[in-house]
């Protein structure tokens, strides 16, 4: 009878854990079987969210990814960022249920286009005119020469010849990306006819106020160029002057940059002058008074900014003593203004000026400072009248010269009237 039972206890046993079995079986059908990342291929400073796929499609589990080092990749979350080339192997593993796989991550470097930095390289001039193709009839003048005007230990490309000036530098720039580019460069000039840059068939002329020209120092210019596919872009610049103009320049720092790297444009003071950079191409705006028997001209010779100045040679003629000056009667009341004007002057003889300054009247008041004589190496000089307080009534602004020989040489730009309370 107890074997009976024994016998019978045995097979509910056997039963039960058979019925056990089962169960746990069907429970762990919707739990993570294996789990799938494919390889990836990507190039630095890409971000990715590799896709997991698990086995059977209806489990669900959270993840973690690491890699053994951070030196190709580093992972955050489940973001993985590449940041050097080569390939690493990352491991994926389920928190909760602790399966895992390996996929691998092959890392490339963007491949750099040399055209960029080629071009910034030929646009210093340190190698000569190596990188750049030159035409036009006197292509040979163009040289290169220590850039000691500025004290800088570089080369720039120098225009003065002493004779005629005629050439065009250009340069390629092969398979330029999509994007947006800044072109610039520097220049200073004097006695040119014409200056044209362009860039991909664009023309920007000096003539045109497009391009802007610095006389005692370098003046930046710069220019935007959108590129909505992927091309070879053409940059050059044609300089000419003839013989007689005695023609003169130097350019520097050719070069492109990614993204519009401009200087923002900044308000300046209102200024009362009319036509004071002498653009208009005559003294129309001006009222010449005294004695002036040499040459008093506006001309291209060393702008300031644009493309004229007022030019002045004493033309070997002794008893100057005159007076240019503008009347001015839109004047806002105010108690912080400005006069500006910028000039570069000598005197063959060595002689020294006998009466010369730059005024600002109204009424009974005048201010003024003197000019003096500075000469070539001097380069422009600024005279400047500041802190002044003006009503609404009509003001004269102007320059008086009184050379000491017939051999006074002057050029002279923008005159200025600034009210720094009012920004335009």
């Known amino acids: 009878m107890l074997k009976k039972f024994l ?3 045995a097979v509910v046993v056997m039963g039960v854990g058979f019925l056990s079995g089962c169960v746990g079986t069907s429970s762990e059908s919707s739990l993570v079987s294996t789990i ?3 390889d990836q291929n990507i190039m630095v400073s890409d971000v990715i969210e590799p896709e997991v796929t698990f086995t059977p499609t209806t489990a669900i589990d959270s993840y973690t990814f690491t890699a053994p080092d951070e030196t190709v990749v580093t992972i955050q979350n489940h973001f993985i960022t590449a940041i050097a080339a080569g390939e690493v192997t990352v491991t994926c593993e389920t928190n909760n249920t602790h399966v895992s796989t390996t996929f691998l991550i092959a ?6 286009s040399t055209t960029v930095p080629d071009f910034n390289e030929a646009g210093t001039f340190e190698n000569g005119l190596a990188a750049w193709t030159l035409s036009g009839p006197t292509a040979s003048v163009a040289t290169t020469e220590g850039d000691t005007d500025r004290a800088q230990e570089d080369m720039q490309l120098k225009l003065y010849t002493g004779a005629a000036i005629d050439f065009t530098i250009s340069y390629t720039l092969a398979d330029l990306p999509v994007g947006t580019y800044t072109f610039s460069f520097e220049i200073a000039a004097g006695n040119m006819t014409t200056i044209l840059c362009t860039i991909d068939g664009v023309e920007y002329s000096w003539i045109g106020g497009t391009i802007f020209l610095g006389v005692g120092t370098y003046r ?13 872009v053409s940059f050059s610049m044609y300089f000419l002057a003839g013989e007689a103009d005695a023609g003169w320049g130097y350019v520097d720092n050719i070069k492109i940059e990614e993204g519009d790297t401009r200087p923002t444009v900044e308000t300046s003071p209102k200024d009362y002058v009319v036509d004071g950079s002498f653009e208009s191409g005559a003294l129309t705006n001006w009222a010449l008074s005294g004695t002036c028997g040499g040459t008093l001209r506006v001309y291209t010779n060393n702008p300031v900014t644009g493309s004229k100045n007022l030019d002045f040679w004493g033309n070997d003629i002794t008893g100057d003593n005159f007076t240019l000056s503008q009347s001015i009667t839109n004047i806002d009341a105010g108690s912080n203004y400005t006069a500006t004007v910028k000039l570069v002057n000598g005197d063959d003889n060595a002689a020294q000026l006998i009466d010369s300054f730059f005024y600002v009247t109204q009424g009974a008041v005048t201010q003024q400072v003197a000019i003096t004589m500075r000469g070539w190496t001097a380069g422009i000089i600024e005279y400047t009248i500041s802190g002044l307080s003006l ?3 009509p003001v004269e602004i102007g320059v008086h010269f009184q050379p000491g020989s017939g051999k006074y040489w002057m050029q002279l730009d923008d005159i200025k009237l600034l009210n720094n309370d009012i920004l335009v």
Do not use: G
């Open 36 to 38: 799938h990342v494919d």
């Open 107 to 112: 890392v490339t470097a963007p491949v750099v």
């Open 391 to 393: 009503t609404a009534d």
């Open 7 to 9: 016998s019978l206890l």
């Open 220 to 232: 930046m210019n710069y220019f935007l160029l959108e590129l909505t596919e992927a091309k070879d």
